[in-house]
């Protein structure tokens, strides 16, 4: 499904005359405060005039040591901390993380949980997207769409909130399963999101998608050709934009992904506009999803957890009430041993492909966890698209590449 | 089970990486998620090239590393691949024997950031690259964190801090003080 540009006839603006300022470099720090950086993202600039000459993003002011971390805390421990990665949409990592360990272990979550699953990773993927139009709005001159996003966003939390008791940070994905069943209120919740949401999504695409402003600061800038796109690693929206129909869903599918109908959308020019128009795509797509799993839902009954005691957790209610339960239990938070080897998997998130690569020596605590994050490839590209720029088009660029800097600095 | 279908058995891509690699000497097992190819150092890059050039691996998932402490030697380096015209990917592992390898940001500049992270964490020094620095760690830090060998509780976390610090509080004058 190609997206084709239906809009009024583009004229780029003319090319400014002579620059009295010419060949004088200045350098300037952009960030690590700067509220267009998205974060604490540090970009050294130097700068002809208005002209980008060369950029160094500088990366690490959010290194918590995350793949450090799990070294000592354990499989089952590290949960919690794969929230904090990419924050915008914290159910989206524990699904990915917990595909890699059920992978490893040769288990398999239960229909009802993978159904759930989709549901939850296709809601968090709408949840990063409108982080993206947020932001990327509002750095651009746009501040009602950033208001329209967050008030959308907000019914995301409001469903995710009813569902795991928390705004953020829920860890509710374990391995073999869910740490519990979805329940009526949140599936009418989800029922009212869908049917609110398409309306609200299109007066964001009317504001913006027609904007002379909006098609000003995005046609045409940024431009990525499908080669530098594979050459860089990148994946995702951005991959996408660049006309490469790929999508970790459809190529290589997890939970039951490959009996949902949905499109996959690419651009055709690979600038920032093409990947705006994709992801605004991507969230209609989401959305099907959403309905496709929620009509699933009730026609998929069962548990949400798989029983398996060497891996996955007890039913809470039997902890309380049998010993040998509470021992597994016990077992399984604090001495996990999953079989020795190594494995990766990769998923579709809404930056890219998330992935995964743990590494067992058969002890209880991982010998590797290294997280790919796609954020910090997405970095990666922004010297190579910003050279030759304006100074104006960085803030263009730092939003359509869509990055949260949890993952990229771990 | 849908995620087996994910993994291409290792039959169906065995005859195009034979091909591609040709006589380098190789070794291919299967993990759970994939092949992995096994090579020695002095093989590394020519099999990186003809996995990307023969076997149509165009894009470098990520470059890192596995620290087998107190086993030596201690690192193994491993380079995921991923093939978007065969739906596959190849992970291949090379243990190093010392604390340096080649880059392959020539086959992919993606891996540049990655092979950076990898010397920031681990200390392998990858000859050729362009700009090899620190990545996630400040510039001057003297030590690899992810080494099996650094505490989990860090090593005086704020050195540079207070370095800095005493550099500032020194160059104060009495009227600033």
């Given amino acids: 499904m190609t997206l084709t540009k239906q809009v009024f006839e583009y004229v780029p603006a003319p090319p400014e005359g002579d620059d ?36 160094d993003p500088v990366v690490g002011y959010l290194h918590r040591g995350k793949e450090k971390s799990a070294e000592s805390l354990g499989w089952h421990k590290f949960f919690p901390h794969t929230d904090r990665l990419d924050y915008v949409q914290p159910l989206m990592n524990n699904v990915g993380y917990a595909l890699a360990l059920e992978q490893l272990a040769g288990i398999e979550a239960p229909p009802r949980a993978q159904v759930i699953r989709v549901l939850l990773m296709e809601l968090s993927r709408i949840m990063g997207h409108l982080i993206y139009l947020g932001t990327q709005s509002i750095d651009l001159g746009a501040v009602t769409i950033f208001f329209y996003a967050f008030k959308e966003r907000e019914k995301l939390y409001e469903i995710v909130d009813a569902y795991t008791g928390h705004r953020m940070n829920n860890t509710y994905v374990r391995i073999g ?10 599936e009418r919740l989800i029922e009212e999101f869908l049917v609110e949401f398409p309306k609200g999504l299109d007066d964001m695409d009317k504001l ?55 499109d996959v ?28 799993a929620l009509d699933r839902l009730k026609s998929t009954p069962g548990d949400v957890l798989v029983e398996d005691r060497r891996f996955v957790l007890p039913p809470k209610g039997l902890v309380h009430t049998s010993m040998e339960e509470l021992i597994f239990q016990f077992k399984v ?7 020795k080897g190594q494995s990766y998997r990769g998923i579709e998130s809404s930056k890219g492909e998330l992935g995964f690569f743990v590494a067992s020596d058969g002890s209880s605590t991982p010998l590797r966890c290294h997280i790919r994050a796609p954020g910090l490839m997405n970095i990666q590209a922004l010297p190579m698209l910003a050279k030759g720029r304006l100074f104006s088009d960085m803030v263009s660029l730092i939003g359509s590449m869509d990055f949260v800097m949890g993952e990229v600095d771990r | 089970m849908s995620d087996a279908d994910a993994n291409t058995p290792l039959a169906a891509s065995a005859p195009r990486f034979a091909a591609a690699l ?18 020695e150092l002095a093989n590394l890059h020519a099999v990186l090239r003809a996995l990307r050039d023969g076997a149509g691996f165009e ?17 193994a380096l491993h380079h995921q691949l991923l093939s978007l015209a065969h739906n596959d990917r190849v992970r291949v592992r090379c243990v190093l024997p010392g604390e340096s390898a080649p880059t392959c940001t020539d086959l992919w500049p993606g891996a540049n950031y990655m092979e950076r992270e990898c010397f920031d964490m ?31 509780q860090g090593i005086e976390p704020d050195r540079l801090y207070r370095q800095w610090d005493r550099a500032r509080r020194a160059s104060w004058t009495d009227d600033a003080r």
């Fill in chain 1, 177 to 186: 399963g869910l740490y519990a069943d979805v329940d009526e209120k949140v």
């Fill in chain 2, 59 to 75: 894009l470098c998932s990520f470059v890192t590393c596995i620290d087998h402490y107190p086993t030596t030697p201690r690192f």
């Fill in chain 1, 265 to 292: 959308p690419t651009g055709a020019s690979g600038d920032c506009y093409d990947r705006y128009l994709v992801r605004m795509e991507e969230m209609r797509q989401s959305c099907r999803i959403v309905r496709q």
């Fill in chain 1, 333 to 339: 938070v604090t001495d996990l041993r999953l079989p």
């Fill in chain 2, 22 to 39: 040709g006589a380098l000497p190789h070794c291919i097992s299967q993990s759970p998620d994939g092949p992995v190819i096994e090579v």
């Fill in chain 2, 122 to 152: 681990f200390g392998v020094r990858f000859g050729g690259h362009p700009d090899l620095r620190r990545l996630l760690m400040p510039d001057g830090y003297d030590h690899h964190p992810l080494r099996k060998e650094f505490p989990h």
């Fill in chain 1, 20 to 55: 009295p300022l010419h060949g004088e470099l200045l350098t300037l720090n952009m960030g690590p405060q700067h509220p267009a950086t998205h974060g604490v993202l540090r970009i050294v600039v130097t700068l002809d005039g208005e002209r980008i000459v060369e950029c």
């Fill in chain 1, 208 to 262: 913006l998608t027609r904007n002379r402003i909006w098609n000003d600061r995005n046609r045409d800038i940024g431009v990525l050709s499908r080669a530098d796109a594979l050459a860089m690693s990148l994946t995702g929206p951005v991959l996408r934009g660049s006309g490469v129909e790929w999508d970790l869903r459809r190529a290589q599918p997890y939970c039951g992904y490959e009996s949902y109908d949905f």
